[in-house]
């Protein structure tokens, strides 16, 4: 996401505690002066598994083999095919894209059953619980469009979702993973909030040391800790801190002075 014309900010979110995992959720950014594809290839170069994202097409290149270290596994995100039903409900009423988001609900209501659940449990209740919802859908979604307009906005999401299916799909067979990004969407709400107040980073170098001071407060925040009696804590110390100790000011190992940590 721009923080002015010439920057963009971009953002990857590690958060276990949906199935219930051991390390403590972080979010970084990267300030980059464009959105191509070849920043994500750079970013994530020492990364290899499963990413959840949404259609952006500067992700391709990481799930082709040819990426060094071979490619990234793809899960697609609910979320965004859930956007793009509900905006076509929003705009015409269609009780077809209503009777879609019901469905698309419905999978979400079994999700909030499992938050906070181990990866084995989670998997076992998408297997019996949500796979059948989401066939059921697709069924739905492809007799829908036999009902509507090739060139209606609706037949556009539901074939949106249809092309995307088997990435959507790969949330069922690893109850680690996310129903979507929106916890990276969170993160990027900072941004959007720092864009009404300021316009501009004012050089590349701003936006890149914007992107450092985005990374500590969201983690921050995603950690519990008060982004401010964090960084305060931290600046005030870290000048006279043993460098071999560096980590004890990581957010997740941070005692501030006193040794009471302040909650967001």
């Not at 936006?207 to 407060?217: D, G, M, Q, S």
Request: proline share 5%.
């Amino acid at each position: 996401m721009s923080t002015d014309p010439g920057q963009s900010q971009w953002t990857y979110v590690r958060d276990e505690r949906p199935h219930d995992g051991t390390r403590p959720p972080a979010a970084v950014f990267f300030a980059w002066p464009d959105r191509r594809g070849e920043r994500p290839l750079a970013h994530l170069a020492a990364f290899s598994g499963v990413l959840v994202a949404d259609s952006y097409a500067g992700f391709n290149g990481l799930y082709e083999a040819g990426r060094a270290g071979g490619a990234l596994t793809e899960a697609a995100c609910w979320a965004h095919v859930r956007r793009k039903i509900f905006e076509v409900h929003a705009a015409t009423g269609s009780a077809l894209a209503a009777e879609a988001l019901e469905r698309i609900g419905a999978l979400y209501g079994v999700e909030r059953d499992l938050h906070g659940k181990p990866p084995v449990a989670r998997t076992r209740e998408r297997q019996t619980r949500s796979k059948p919802l989401a066939e059921a859908l697709k069924a739905f979604a492809e007799t829908s469009l036999t009902q509507v307009p090739g060139r209606s906005d609706l037949a556009k999401a539901l074939r949106y979702m249809l092309a995307r299916w088997p990435a959507l799909m790969r949330a069922f067979g690893d109850g680690r993973l996310a129903f979507d990004n929106n916890a990276a969407e969170r993160a990027l709400r900072s941004v959007a909030v720092g864009r009404k107040n300021y316009l501009f980073a004012g050089s590349a170098l701003g936006a890149e040391r914007a992107a450092a001071f985005y990374t500590l407060i969201e983690t921050a925040k995603m950690n519990g800790l008060d982004p401010e009696g964090y960084l305060r804590d931290v600046l005030t110390r870290i000048a006279d801190h043993p460098a071999k100790r560096l980590a004890d000011l990581l957010l997740w190992n941070w005692m501030p002075t006193g040794g009471v940590q302040q909650a967001a």
